[in-house]
């Protein structure tokens, strides 16, 4: 009778390491969740972390998502125009801005740019033993480095996405307009008719979740750094590929929560 191949350690292996990694994250989560509930917030190392986090990251996500927004009219308008439809223009620039392509672009902007820096830094300071030195005067690594980022992260990215939607809509409204001779007014009364404020708060929501996927997958790699410079380099690089990663995950369960089957409403 014929053995039956049972699976090696070394091909294991890899699911071990997801799986330890993930257990990681998760504790690291529950650890700041109750640093939170219990009042340990260092103010102004939050404000710090708000104006590196969101204030420095706003310029290139307004770059980033009006051409966007920009691409996304330039893909459609002149098609709706010819099928006479281009009353719909205004509102479907508006409506997969609101509910994917403001959250989503934004988070992934912020997670290459803040991530790798969360996790360059904490990297660095646990390879030269600061983060050891904190442990040794009594003080949490997790109430000192991680709380006042992961705060920052959860709070700014829905107000920098706010700024997103303009932005793309903006850009929308600049192609479609000057490029494709949409009427705009007729743009505008798309976008209003057609843009319901659940779109907007329910995009908003999934921004908090991914803000916090970028600050724990940042702090939590740049505190398991190990290997000197090289490790330091490895984790930045892992923060930005699992952050993004992440994001998309749960941007579909979210948007399967959220929105489901329902479709725009176009009469």
Not at 28 to 47: K, N, P, V
Not at 107 to 123: M, N, P, Y
Not at 176 to 193: K, Q
Request: one cysteine or more; charged letters at 10%; proline letters at 3%.
């Amino acid at each position: 009778m014929a053995e039956v191949s049972q699976p090696s350690g070394a091909a294991l292996g890899p699911v071990r390491e997801f799986l330890d990694w993930l257990g990681e994250l998760a504790l690291l989560f529950f650890r700041t969740l109750g640093a939170l509930f219990r009042g340990r917030i260092l103010f102004g190392e939050s404000l710090r972390q708000m104006q590196v986090i969101g204030v420095a990251s706003l310029p290139i996500t307004l770059v980033t998502i009006s051409f966007s927004g920009m691409v996304l009219a330039l893909h459609t308008a002149n098609q709706l125009k010819q099928l006479g439809v281009d009353w719909l223009i205004g509102g479907i620039v508006a409506v997969s801005m609101a509910r994917e392509a403001a959250p989503v672009l934004t988070a992934i902007v912020v997670a290459a740019r803040v991530g790798s820096s969360i996790a360059a830094e904490l990297g660095t300071m646990v390879v030269t033993e600061q983060v050891d030195a904190l442990r040794s005067l009594g003080v949490s690594p997790v109430n000192y480095l991680v709380v006042p980022r992961f705060l920052a992260a959860v709070l700014m990215l829905p107000v920098l996405t706010i700024f997103a939607n303009a932005a793309g809509v903006g850009g929308g409204y600049i192609v479609s307009v000057f490029g494709a001779g949409v009427d705009g007014a007729v743009f505008v009364n798309s976008a209003r008719n057609l843009l319901e404020p659940n779109d907007l708060y329910l995009g908003l929501i999934k921004t908090f979740v991914f803000g916090a996927i970028i600050a724990l997958v940042g702090c939590n790699q740049g505190l398991r750094t190990r290997g000197g410079a090289a490790g330091v380099g490895r984790s930045t690089t892992a923060a930005v590929v699992m952050s993004i990663v992440l994001v998309y995950i749960a941007d579909y369960f979210l948007a399967e929560w959220m929105f489901g089957s329902s479709s725009l409403n176009y009469q």
